[in-house]
């Protein structure tokens, strides 16, 4: 089994910044990949970003790009999302996510094997 728990969420006003972390526990041996989605109200699950093992290949999806970052720390087991000039349209629960495949794409929710619990991240003045 693999936990993952996030943290940092909050309210932050519009051109705000915060960081995500995502803590993996359990048989981590098993994640060849870790990514970030989000859920906004009434919005079905959209992919975020995503980071190989080794931290060099990274994907981000276009309406982040340029603002988001993910990175990772293999000695803590965690994974980020740096959120710059945060909108209000960035108003979402994101969750952390792993795969068994080693694939830095663009994933579907389906495709994922773990699921953080998500944490809630309110862009508003």
């Known amino acids: 089994q693999v936990q993952l728990v996030e943290s940092g969420g909050g309210l932050v006003q519009p051109g705000g910044s915060l960081r995500l972390s995502c803590v993996a526990s359990?048989?981590?041996?098993?994640?060849?990949?870790m990514g970030w989605f989000r859920q906004a109200p009434g919005k079905e699950r959209e992919f975020v970003a995503v980071i190989n093992n080794s931290g060099v290949r990274t994907q981000h999806a276009d309406s982040v790009k340029g603002r988001f970052t993910i990175s990772r720390d293999n000695a803590k087991n965690t994974v980020y999302l740096q959120m710059n000039s945060l909108k209000a349209e960035d108003t979402a629960v994101y969750y952390c996510?792993?795969?068994?495949?080693?694939?830095?794409?663009?994933?579907?929710?389906?495709?994922?094997?773990?699921w953080g619990n998500g944490t809630l991240v309110t862009v508003s003045s």
């Open positions: 359990g048989r981590t041996v098993s994640i060849r990949a």
């Open positions: 996510a792993g795969r068994t495949v080693a694939y830095v794409g663009t994933w579907s929710p389906g495709s994922v094997n773990f």
